[in-house]
């Protein structure tokens, strides 16, 4: 038996430690920038390229305009509708697909597949442009939820 064979069957497998630094790698490559931003967020200058000293300044302003504060709630509202209105379809079309077998089961399910790999923006164009062009329905918040 080889050494790689014996490694192996150790439990050592080959390449894992190549998975691992790339995956540290990428969680950093996506964890540093957010981390920038926070930091930052903290600056009491206006300007990027220099660091003054840690300051409040600008949650102090955020917390003064009431146009961010009130489209701050309008997201949360959006986001919460959002998500329960997702929670409840999934959660009733999940049962729906696992529990009936009718010529719609296959269908159903592919078109749920479908909308996992469509790009986001294709389907906010459409839904745009659908809403827009066929139904006439002026844009407002109940179309974005």
Same mark, same amino acid.
């Given at each position: 038996?080889?050494?790689?064979?014996?490694?192996?069957? !150790?439990?050592?497998?080959?390449?894992?430690?190549?998975?691992?630094?790339?995956?540290?790698?990428?969680?950093?490559?996506?964890?540093?920038?957010?981390?920038?931003?926070?930091?930052?967020?903290?600056?009491?200058?206006?300007?990027?390229?220099?660091?003054?000293?840690?300051?409040?300044?600008?949650?102090?302003?955020?917390?003064?305009?009431?146009?961010?504060?009130?489209?701050? !709630?309008?997201?949360? #509202?959006?986001?919460?509708?959002?998500?329960?209105?997702?929670?409840?379809?999934?959660?009733?079309?999940?049962?729906?697909?696992?529990?009936?077998?009718?010529?719609?089961?296959?269908?159903?399910?592919?078109?749920?597949?479908?909308?996992?790999?469509?790009? #986001?923006?294709?389907?906010?164009?459409?839904?745009?442009?659908?809403?827009?062009?066929?139904?006439?329905?002026?844009?407002?918040?109940?179309?974005?939820?």
């Amino acid at each position: 038996m080889s050494s790689a064979e014996i490694r192996y069957r !150790r439990g050592v497998r080959p390449g894992v430690a190549g998975l691992w630094a790339v995956t540290g790698l990428t969680g950093l490559f996506l964890l540093v920038p957010v981390l920038v931003v926070i930091v930052f967020s903290f600056n009491s200058e206006k300007s990027l390229n220099s660091f003054g000293h840690p300051s409040l300044r600008w949650y102090s302003a955020l917390l003064h305009n009431s146009a961010m504060l009130a489209s701050i !709630r309008m997201s949360l #509202e959006i986001a919460l509708v959002t998500a329960v209105g997702a929670t409840l379809i999934g959660t009733v079309l999940a049962f729906g697909l696992a529990r009936s077998w009718t010529r719609w089961s296959k269908p159903s399910s592919t078109l749920l597949v479908a909308t996992l790999v469509t790009p #986001e923006i294709a389907t906010a164009i459409a839904l745009f442009l659908i809403f827009t062009t066929r139904l006439n329905i002026t844009l407002s918040i109940y179309t974005v939820m």
